[in-house]
Structure formats: structure tokens, C-alpha cells
């Protein structure tokens, strides 16, 4: 059995093909996916947009992967703890997303959040600029 069967049934997913093929994607990716990275690849030839859009809708409601802020014009998303705590910045020009490696912001959140009389469980933040390609 699949490392994604195995989550699928964990989830109480049914095993179909094509949430097995989407789901094998988003396992083998290093960055956030979109519909038209599943688009642009020879696996999803035959499939059809809605199903993608499906099957990764069902995977998000199982909690399997998790929409991020993107400055794109198709949302993207990436697996549920992709490994670790971490943001995300957007390219504004090409609409790249590239996931940062440390987040030193939680001390500083929970110090803010505390002036107000907030106790911080979590933070989301959305950065966007130029990536080196597109400033070339």
C-alpha cells in the first residue's frame, strides 16, 4: 500500500485514482501546488479541471492539505504541516510562491497580542515582493 492510500484511508477517504494521483502529487512536491501546476503535468492529461478541483477539495476537508495566502490568481495549496511551521512569500509580478524556512515572528506576535488582552494560539501572515527572476 501507498504512502497516500495509507493516508486516504487513515482520513476515511475512498482510495480512487485520481485522488490517489492528486494526493501522490502534492507528496512529491517541494513547493505549493495549484490547479494549473496539476494542469501543466502528463499525469493529469486525462483527468478533467473539475475533478482536480474535487478531489483536492475533498482533501482539504479531510484536513490532508491546507490553502495558503497567495498572490496568484488560483488559489494554492500545500500539505498540513508541510514538515514544520512556516510562511510563504509571493512572487507579485509571476505569481511564484516560495515557503520560508524559519518563522521568528511568535514573540514578538504573542508580546502585541498581549497589549490587547489576547492570549495568541496561532498566526497567518502574507508577504508578497519581487523574486530575483523577475527583477532581472
Do not use: W
Not at 62 to 86: K, R, T
Amino acid at each position: 500500500m501507498t504512502k497516500a492510500e495509507k493516508l486516504l484511508k487513515e482520513k476515511k477517504l475512498s482510495v480512487t485514482e485520481a485522488r490517489k494521483s492528486v494526493l501522490e502529487f502534492f507528496l512529491k512536491s517541494k513547493k505549493p501546488l495549484n490547479v494549473l501546476d496539476f494542469k501543466g503535468d502528463k499525469t493529469f492529461e486525462s483527468f478533467n479541471e473539475s475533478s482536480i478541483y474535487r478531489n483536492i477539495t475533498k482533501l482539504e476537508e479531510a484536513g490532508i492539505i491546507q490553502s495558503i495566502p497567495s498572490a496568484g490568481d488560483y488559489q494554492s495549496y500545500e500539505l498540513v504541516n508541510h514538515g514544520h511551521h512556516h510562511h510563504h512569500i509571493s512572487c507579485s509580478n509571476c505569481k511564484k510562491i516560495q515557503c520560508l524556512k524559519v518563522c521568528g515572528l511568535e514573540k514578538r506576535m504573542k508580546e502585541m497580542a498581549k497589549t490587547v488582552d489576547f492570549l495568541l494560539v496561532g498566526h497567518s501572515v502574507e508577504l508578497v515582493g519581487l523574486c530575483s527572476d523577475c527583477r532581472s
